[in-house]
């Protein structure tokens, strides 16, 4: 496995979930939640590119359980071009299905109250769409 960070981003239409691994590559973390409609948005994304200066960026792509993609589809689309704006390292789309219901699991068997997690679901949801590109890494070599 190539050394280096990569971010991941569960995207959703009023907040965005944010992961990044180690620079091994061997460990997924919730890094932050930021507001999708925030005025400065491109601004915070600049900011963690800067610093975490990934070697690839993915991006949970909505799809149903039928594998089609779903109408979220098009909002994701919109900001995979926001990232290609800003940045030149490699983006990639990975199947999001069931990754906030994990997520929201995670946190209960942590002792978290759906209420009382309500914003660190959408970064743990990141960090399972991280998770399963850090897998698809290790063992096919590449995204």
Do not use: W
Request: charged share 20%.
């Amino acid at each position: 496995m190539e050394y280096g960070r990569r971010i991941a981003f569960d995207y959703g239409s009023v907040r965005i979930g944010v992961a990044a691994s180690d620079p091994t590559g061997l460990i997924a973390s919730p890094i932050a939640t930021i507001s999708s409609q925030a005025p400065d948005l491109v601004e915070q994304i600049v900011n963690l590119c800067l610093e975490y200066e990934p070697i690839y960026i993915v991006v949970g792509e909505p799809k149903h359980l039928s594998g089609n993609s779903s109408a979220t589809g098009s909002d994701v689309t919109q900001f995979v071009e926001i990232l290609k704006s800003i940045t030149n390292v490699p983006i990639h789309l990975i199947d999001e299905r069931m990754s906030t219901v994990n997520a929201a699991k995670t946190l209960r068997e942590a002792g978290l109250d759906a209420k009382s997690s309500k914003t660190k679901i959408d970064a743990m949801a990141a960090v399972v769409i991280l998770e399963s590109a850090l897998a698809r890494e290790r063992i096919a070599g590449g995204l």
